[in-house]
């Protein structure tokens, strides 16, 4: 199913591979809060000709984590947790709005201060909260 959606996204000609993580046993006493030990990795070439090195989950890790900080509704036991899916969809738009393209990003900096919308050429400017806003109503 995902491979058609790679497809349908990107064209047939994208090189596509996937980290698959192995997992051992769970310690039973640390099983609620603990993930379970990682004991291995496999890649798995799913399309294409990726280079073997760059096949990583480090970007989607990263990226995960950022959501979970900026975001309360991704952390379990807390008050903020996303109970309805609209609104879950709804945070995680206005989440990857101001993340793309009203936050700057050290990394976008040289020569002057982007967002990652302005680094893909989708716009020109540091959009406002307020214009965001407005797209909504």
């Known amino acids: 199913m995902y491979l058609e959606a ?10 596509f591979a996937q980290l698959v993580k192995l997992y051992g046993q769970e310690i039973e006493s640390e099983k609620r809060y603990s993930p379970a030990k990682c004991i291995g990795a496999q890649k798995v070439v799913l399309m ?5 090195k760059a096949i990583s989950t480090s ?3 990263r990226q995960n ?6 975001m309360r509704r991704f952390t379990r036991l807390t008050n903020a947790f996303s109970k309805k899916l609209e609104n879950h ?49």
């Open 6 to 15: 790679v497809e349908r996204a990107f064209g047939a000609d994208v090189d």
């Open 48 to 52: 294409g000709n990726p280079d073997n």
């Open 59 to 61: 970007f989607v890790e």
């Open 65 to 70: 984590l950022t959501m979970r900080m900026c």
């Open 89 to 137: 969809g709804l945070a995680l738009a206005l989440y990857f709005m101001h993340y793309n393209f009203v936050k700057t990003h050290a990394t976008l900096a040289n020569p002057y201060p982007r967002t990652p919308a302005m680094a893909a050429g989708l716009t020109d400017r540091i959009w406002t909260v307020e214009e965001i806003v407005v797209l909504v109503k």
